[in-house]
Nanobody
Framework: QVQLVESGGGLVQPGDSLRLSCAVS????????MGWFRQAPGKEREFVAV????????LYADFVEGRFTLSRDNAKNTMYLQLNSLKPEDTAVYYC???????????????????WGPGTQVTVSS
């Protein structure tokens, strides 16, 4: 049974940093897609950063503007999202996702992904 579990969220001030982790068990997605989406209250889930396969250059949403970095550690079966220069509008629940068969044209579509974690809350407030 595949399980994804996020961690690392919290309450921070504008300009601060966080590192989110997504631990995978029950399978590996070394040659498959993994990514991060987020959902703010009253809004739809949106794409943040995705990786088509381990070692591929990640794709980032425009609002990231170089502030976030997705990385994958195959040895630990874990994915990370480094969040820098956080803004209040980054406040949301952040979800990790994985899919061994995701195609390039579906990477930014949350409905196309198979597996999801329960999410971790990130709150940016002064």
């Amino acid at each position: 049974q595949v399980q994804l579990v996020e961690s690392g969220g919290g309450l921070v001030q504008p300009g601060d940093s966080l590192r989110l982790s997504c631990a995978v068990s029950g399978s590996t997605f070394r040659n498959g897609g993994m990514g991060w989406f987020r959902q703010a209250p009253g809004k739809e889930r949106e794409f943040v950063a995705v990786s088509r396969r381990s070692g591929a250059v990640p794709l980032y949403a425009d609002f990231v503007e170089g502030r976030f970095t997705l990385s994958r550690d195959n040895a630990k079966n874990t994915m990370y999202l480094q969040l820098n220069s956080l803004k209040p509008e980054d406040t949301a629940v952040y979800y990790c996702t994985a899919d061994s068969r995701i195609i390039t044209s579906s990477l930014t579509n949350p409905g196309a992904w198979d597996y999801w974690g329960p999410g971790t809350q990130v709150t940016v407030s002064s």
